[in-house]
């Protein structure tokens, strides 16, 4: 059974900082794309961040120079470090794995980041 199990979301001020964690099983880890995803009430999902099989890495604009992904396939795990957080920030993040672009893939429950101003 697939499971994608997000964590460390929580309440933080402006400029602050939080680390995402994203553990992965039942799947084959580092033959997946790893992807952070997040919807802010109001709003369509939008990508923030994916991290290749080999570790080349993608960033939405709104995110580059803040924000950093990494994987450490011994652990099955995705991280995401969110620094400089802003109030528009604040979103339900989601954890995402897929075999490739283009396919739906498997996806975790969603950790809550809010940042107050």
């Known amino acids: 059974q697939v499971q994608l199990v997000e964590s460390g979301g929580g309440l933080v001020q402006a400029g602050g900082s939080l680390r995402l964690s994203c553990a992965a099983s039942?799947?084959?880890?580092?033959?997946?794309?790893m992807t952070w995803y997040r919807q802010a009430p109001g709003k369509q999902r939008e990508l923030v961040a994916s991290?290749?099989?080999?570790?080349?890495?993608n960033y939405a604009d709104s995110v580059k120079g803040r924000f950093t992904i990494s994987r450490d396939n011994t652990r099955n795990t995705v991280y995401l470090q969110m620094n400089s957080l802003k109030p528009e920030d604040t979103a339900v993040y989601y954890c995402n794995a897929r075999l490739r672009v283009g396919v739906i893939g498997s996806w975790g429950q969603g950790t809550q980041v809010t940042v107050s101003s």
């Open positions: 991290i290749m099989w080999g570790g080349s890495t």
């Open positions: 039942g799947i084959d880890f580092s033959a997946n794309i």
